[in-house]
């Protein structure tokens, strides 16, 4: 429960305030507001430490501040409130005015567009709780073209949007020809010993979607039929399932998806949003295929030189293949030269990222490159131990999903009958692969 929005300068001039509750104190409002804002920055500039922290406590009163452009904007309350669930309003209000504006926040664009914010503070909470910050609802009610009449009809469109019946989608948009694009994307991240044991293997993904359809569609989305949810107690369905199943640890779904459908069958309904947005991110920490197997041997010679040699497997089906691939050597920092040879790709030392980059620009599945080489060391009056950081890859892997996911169906029916184009992409990129050796 927010009790003030502060829009507050670095220097600490308050631009504007919007009081939600009369709670603060006995004083007057602004009188508080004021008081307030000089003891927050107080403890912010005279603190260091603090800059870093979001949230400062000072006297009874708890400042929630997130900075956007130029400016704070902080959220004062006397109270005990969901911390997490006020830093992301702050985080998305922000993300709003600076769409308003169309540029980074600043004190005197602020100031030029106050009225402008004050109506998207009264829209965006209500009595301290937030409402609505989606862009299109605030849109549709708050214009910055003028003010102007509504007919019946824009009433009645306003009012459907403002209640929440379909607030993610404006009615009435047409298309010439009809589209949904589909893009998983997962970032692989993996952490392997120097023995070759795997310490940790993970996916992120991202179910991205690019909607040109007309009207009001609705689609029902479903993955392959080995889904299922972690933490399901739906036990009849789990028993319909194959003995191999992709285990997500967490999901997290648009606001547009049919929740109740969801629980039922994992059929994910919705009417989607104009234009892009993620449907769907989840995690995956069980049966992560790798699309990548390094084997590094790194030997050091004394305190003269370092002998190299490492071999990289691709895993993935030999009729896909990989770009962008690079291998990250970490090289002593008194590294004086290096002499390398690579069956693929192009190696090249970095003095500035003390590592040598083997890039390798397409790596076709089911095949092997190697790297062999010397890393010369010059000589140092006091030589330093090497603390041997691990090897790092940055690749991208079209049509691959490490974590088996897969599209099943996207069924979309709107009352027109009109029949979208389809497409859906895979693709894996490397998140944190590091290797130790």
């Known amino acids: 429960m927010i009790q003030a929005v502060v829009i507050v300068e670095q220097r600490g001039n308050v631009i504007f305030t919007r009081e939600y509750r009369d709670s603060l104190s006995r004083l007057s409002t602004q009188d508080v507001i004021d008081r307030s804002a000089g003891t927050f920055f107080k403890q912010l500039l005279m603190k260091k430490e603090n800059i870093e922290k979001p949230i400062i406590h000072a006297g009874n009163k708890s400042y929630f501040v997130v900075k956007t452009g130029q400016i704070f904007i902080v959220a004062v309350t006397e109270l005990n409130p969901n911390a997490a669930l006020v ?21 005197d664009l602020v100031k030029s567009n106050c009225v402008v914010f004050q109506e998207v503070l009264d829209e965006v909470c209500d009595f301290g709780f937030p409402q609505t910050t989606d862009l299109e609802v605030l849109k549709s009610i708050i214009t910055t073209k003028g003010l102007k009449k509504l007919d019946k009809k824009d009433q009645k469109e306003v009012t459907i949007q ?29 952490l ?22 007309s009207g009001m569609p609705e689609c029902k989305f479903g993955l392959n039929d080995k889904l299922v949810i972690d933490n399901d107690k739906n036990s009849a369905y789990k028993k319909r399932q194959p003995a191999k199943n992709i285990e997500l ?26 234009g892009e947005f993620d449907l769907m991110k989840y995690t995956i920490s069980d049966n992560v295929e790798l699309p990548f197997r390094v084997v590094p041997l790194i030997t050091e010679h004394g305190n003269s030189r370092v002998e190299v040699k490492i071999q ?33 790709g192009k190696a090249k030392y970095e ?27 010059a000589q140092t009056t006091k030589a330093k ?26 069924h979309l029916y709107e009352k027109s009958g009109y029949k979208p184009t389809r497409w859906v992409r895979y693709v894996s990129r490397a998140g944190t692969y590091q290797i130790r050796y």
């Open 249 to 274: 640890d967490g999901v997290t779904l648009h606001q547009c998806v049919k929740l109740a459908q969801f629980d039922v069958d994992r059929t994910i309904s919705f009417i989607p949003p104009d």
């Open 351 to 377: 003095p500035e990222k003390e590592a040598i980059a083997w890039r390798i620009r397409l790596f076709p599945g089911g095949t092997s490159c190697t790297i062999e080489g010397m890393i010369e060391l």
């Open 162 to 190: 403002a209640t929440g019946v379909v607030s993610h989608r404006q009615p009435g948009i047409k298309y010439a020809k009809n589209e949904v694009f589909i893009d998983i994307i997962e970032q692989v991240n993996l």
């Open 385 to 410: 131990t090497w603390s041997r950081p691990p090897l790092t890859m940055d690749f991208n892997v079209p049509m691959f999903t490490a974590s088996g996911m897969q599209v099943r169906f996207l």
């Open 312 to 344: 990289v497997y691709s895993k993935y089906a030999s009729n896909l293949d990989a770009s962008n691939v690079i291998l990250w050597i970490p090289c002593p920092s008194n590294t004086a030269s290096t002499k390398l040879t690579c069956s693929a």
């Open 87 to 107: 830093l992301e309003f702050l985080h998305t209000l922000g993300q709003v005015m600076e769409s308003y504006c169309g540029s980074t926040l600043t004190p």
């Open 192 to 213: 392997l010993s120097a023995q070759g044991n795997v310490l940790r293997s993970d996916v992120s993904g991202t179910v991205h979607m690019k909607s040109f359809l």
